[in-house]
T-cell receptor
Framework: DAGVIQSPRHEVTEMGQEVTLRCKPI?????LFWYRQTMMRGLELLIY????????DSGMPEDRFSAKMPNASFSTLKIQPSEPRDSAVYFC????????????FGNGTRLTVT | AQKVTQAQTEISVVEKEDVTLDCVYE???????LFWYKQPPSGELVFLIR??????QNEISGRYSWNFQKSTSSFNFTITASQVVDSAVYFC???????????FGKGNQVVVIP
């Protein structure tokens, strides 16, 4: 079975540009999560969806960040405009019900904003 | 709010030695779920084990074992007879019954020396 698929694997962009990260969850999973990993802050939950509906976006750092899940098989995380401090690895994860089922993570997108 | 503390940052062991990773958690929930994840140098996050708060039975799975003690809010993880492939960052994580937010500790960097 295919796991969580994220694209791109690496993204290098200049400050001020728009960045869109993409995620395809595991088929049948109804919870989707976006995490950010940095050396300073570790793994932080940005937002999660349940049945395509955003449930908790309290981890989204600023209005520059937005996430959508138009259907059960696709989600995007957008940063506009990007800043150097957004440089991090962004992980997407999915699970069957999110609470006690393990999260299955994608390979992550390493974002570098110069 | 959920909080996970992994005090040890880096642990070095010689191959075939056992290594135990400490995890202490805080939660107000009476029902909660504990997890261990592994992040090898390649960067992906791999689910290892899960425990429910109402099940304190400790188990062994292959070379992995865990010691869950509610009285001390600890969920320690042991790798027996370590191998070089065990070199990775190991994360302890916690989610509460009422929400899907998985809170991660800062991680333990395990280095297995051949």
């Amino acid at each position: 079975d295919a796991g969580v698929i994220q694209s791109p694997r690496h993204e290098v962009t200049e400050m001020g540009q728009e960045v869109t990260l993409r995620c395809k969850p595991i088929s049948g999973h109804n919870s989707l999560f976006w995490y950010r990993q940095t050396m300073m802050r570790g793994l932080e939950l940005l937002i999660y969806f349940n049945n395509n509906v955003p449930i908790d976006d309290s981890g989204m750092p600023e209005d520059r960040f937005s996430a959508k899940m138009p259907n059960a098989s696709f989600s995007t995380l957008k940063i506009q405009p990007s800043e150097p401090r957004d440089s991090a690895v962004y992980f997407c994860a999915s699970s069957f019900n999110g609470r006690d089922s393990p999260l299955h993570f994608g390979n992550g997108t390493r974002l570098t904003v110069t | 709010a959920q909080k996970v503390t992994q005090a040890q940052t880096e642990i070095s062991v010689v191959e075939k030695e056992d290594v135990t990773l400490d995890c202490v958690y805080e939660t107000r929930d009476t029902t909660y779920y504990l997890f261990w994840y592994k992040q090898p140098p390649s960067g992906e996050l791999v689910f290892l084990i899960r425990r429910n708060s109402f099940d304190e039975q400790n188990e062994i799975s292959g070379r992995y074992s865990w010691n869950f003690q509610k009285s001390t809010s600890s969920f320690n993880f042991t790798i027996t007879a370590s191998q070089v492939v065990d070199s990775a960052v190991y994360f302890c994580a916690l989610s509460g019954y009422g929400n899907n937010r998985l809170a991660f500790g800062k991680g333990n960097q395990v280095v297995v020396i051949p």
